[in-house]
């Protein structure tokens, strides 16, 4: 069975700083790989994905996360937090064949404060 | 042009009434997904239809009950409702069943059950 596991459910950063939020998964066969955000209120927004290709991973408002296979790591990054970053992040897996559904680890909420 | 829809926002209803949450999608999407957040803000699967077939059928109480009567709705029709009930239900759909496929969320429907 899958799993998801996300290491610190909250992280609080200054901004300015490197956010790293941390996903470890569990999977019989590599997975595809997906980090989610929830702004307050709202529903999910993909901010990139890990499927085939290339380990290293950018995504949108200059997010990136790595695929390692050695260490079943998918940990997040941004080189510099911004006060809008400020929300509800998700890591999900789904196996890699049709008609599966998003496994979600447990969100990390990352706090920025100025 | 909203792509991914739900009615209504809120809804807040006694225990044993019967309560439905609509979902519209206006991508032209194959696949359409029903997920529940917990207070704890955990997203887990509940159900799946592609081009109105159900999917998935995760082990949630009889009480659920999906209907898909096109491929760009899908309703969540909820019996005797229960306390534990309470939650945000989220609709989300993508382009197709494959697996590598981003989601696409709405908005999500807080329900609550007093």
């Known amino acids: 069975a899958q799993s998801v596991t996300q290491l610190g459910s909250h992280v609080s950063v200054s901004e300015g700083a490197l956010v790293l939020l941390r996903c470890n998964y569990s999977s019989s066969v590599p997975p595809y790989l997906f980090w989610y955000v929830q702004y307050p209120n709202q529903g999910l927004q993909l901010l990139l994905k890990y499927t085939t290709g290339a380990t290293l991973v950018k995504g949108i408002n200059g997010f990136e996360a790595e695929f390692k296979k050695s260490e079943t790591s998918f940990h997040l990054t941004k080189p510099s937090a911004h006060m809008s970053d400020a929300a509800e992040y998700f890591c999900a897996v789904n196996l890699p064949q049709a008609g599966t559904a998003l496994i979600f680890g447990k969100g990390t909420t990352l706090s920025v404060s100025s | 042009d909203t792509a991914v829809s739900q009615t209504p926002k809120y809804l807040v209803t006694q225990m044993g009434n019967d309560k439905s949450i609509k979902c519209e999608q206006n991508l032209g999407h194959d696949t359409m997904y029903w997920y529940k957040q917990d207070s704890k803000k955990f997203l887990k699967i509940m159900f799946s239809?592609?081009?109105?077939?159900?999917?998935i059928n995760e082990t949630v109480p009889n009480r659920f009950s999906p209907k898909s009567p096109d491929k760009a709705h899908l309703n969540l029709h909820i019996n005797s409702l229960e306390l534990g009930d309470s939650a945000v239900y989220f609709c989300?759909?993508?382009?197709?069943?494959?697996?590598?496929?981003?989601?696409?969320f709405g908005p999500g429907t807080r329900l609550t059950v007093l």
């Open positions: 239809y592609n081009n109105k077939e159900l999917i």
């Open positions: 989300a759909s993508s382009p197709n069943r494959e697996s590598y496929n981003e989601q696409f």
